[in-house]
């Protein structure tokens, strides 16, 4: 089958709206959202504006009967999560939760060694994510002024426990306990027009999580830490057979067979090269790119009525994790996640 879908901009800035319809083909746009959701002609909506305008605009779109697909996180809170999770189950339209780091290449084939048995029982997960986002000063930004700003919804707790929570849940065992400590290390930065602003913030995490399954997962997030590692965000699993590093696109393996006997000297050079002893896995299918490959998946499921798991339920879970995270941190303690 082939599904074509023709869509519409919608949106508050109208000069980004006509550049963004400029750069693909001429794209119809439109600031009025009231009127495309009361039109016929467009069944799905999709939500992509920052987090605190998301619950007021889906919980309109399924009054409107239209199937909804969201980035994450769903809501700004576990409540509104799950009201727009009830009220979409009760209006009987599709909807889903963007979890895009399922499809990441590097994460299918992490995904294919765990279904193959490769890592034997595994023990232990750690994830380094994060890369440095200039302040505004000196250098503009890569991240929007929002991401710091606490009452615009910003900190990447909020942001990056999302990913944390779908990924673990997906890969490793369900989530059943937390402990997050957060920082806001940059406390003034620069918005888009060069205004200086209090970023209040936090811009790095260190969580360790605890799944049903045994296995413990560390992640650390930063927006201010410069990369020395293979890529934006690297993953190690280590089982009792085998251990692997993805990156994005990259999955580097390292069987028990091939694994050296290191000894502690620091007294001499060590006499093992421990990247060599990394095997890269070859592209042996195609790889889309991620969002691509699940809205794809989300838009058959709208056609077609196809199974899609990853819907406004799963992404609550997010949100509740990323909650949790941060009543950790207050606390300084671990904390369970019940389930929903």
């Not at 939760?97 to 995904?111: R, S, T």
Request: overall charge neutral; hydrophobic content about 40%; some cysteine.
């Amino acid at each position: 089958e082939v599904i074509m879908p023709q869509p519409v901009l919608a949106g508050r800035n109208e000069n980004r709206l006509r550049a963004l319809s400029a750069a693909h083909g001429d794209l119809p746009w439109s600031t009025d959202l009231d009127a495309l959701l009361g039109d016929a002609h467009y069944p799905v909506y999709f939500d992509a504006q920052t987090t605190l305008l998301r619950f007021a605009a889906v919980k309109k779109a399924i009054a409107a009967g239209k199937h909804v697909y969201v980035e994450k996180p769903a809501a700004a809170s576990v409540e509104e999560a799950l009201t727009l999770h009830r009220l979409a189950r009760e209006a009987g339209v599709k909807h889903g939760v963007v979890q895009d780091k399922l499809w990441l290449p590097g994460f299918l084939k992490l995904k294919y060694l765990i279904d193959t048995g490769f890592f034997g029982e595994i023990l232990a997960v750690r994830g380094e994510f994060g890369y440095w986002v200039f302040t505004g000063e000196d250098q503009p930004a890569q991240r929007p002024s929002w991401n710091y700003r606490k009452d615009d919804g910003g900190g990447i707790i909020v942001d990056m426990l999302c990913h944390w929570r779908y990924v673990i849940d997906n890969l490793f065992g369900n989530v059943r306990a937390v402990s997050c400590f957060g920082a806001t290390h940059i406390k003034k930065r620069w918005d888009e027009a060069g205004r200086p602003y209090d970023a209040d913030a936090d811009d790095a995490a260190f969580a360790t999580f605890i799944t049903d399954t045994g296995v413990i997962c560390q992640f650390n997030s930063s927006w201010v830490t410069r990369v020395r590692r293979d890529d934006l965000l690297t993953v190690q699993v280590d089982g009792t057979k085998g251990s692997a590093v993805a990156g994005l696109r990259e999955c580097y393996i390292q069987p028990d067979a091939a694994t050296p006997r290191p000894v502690w000297n620091p007294d001499i050079p060590s006499p093992i090269d421990y990247r060599a002893g990394w095997t890269r896995m070859p592209d042996n299918r195609p790889y889309d790119n991620a969002f691509k490959a699940q809205w794809e998946r989300f838009l058959r499921h709208v056609a077609l009525d196809e199974p899609f798991r990853w819907d406004l339920r799963e992404g609550a879970k997010g949100v509740q994790l990323a909650e949790l995270g941060l009543k950790s941190w207050r606390n300084r303690a671990w904390v369970d996640v019940p389930g929903l």
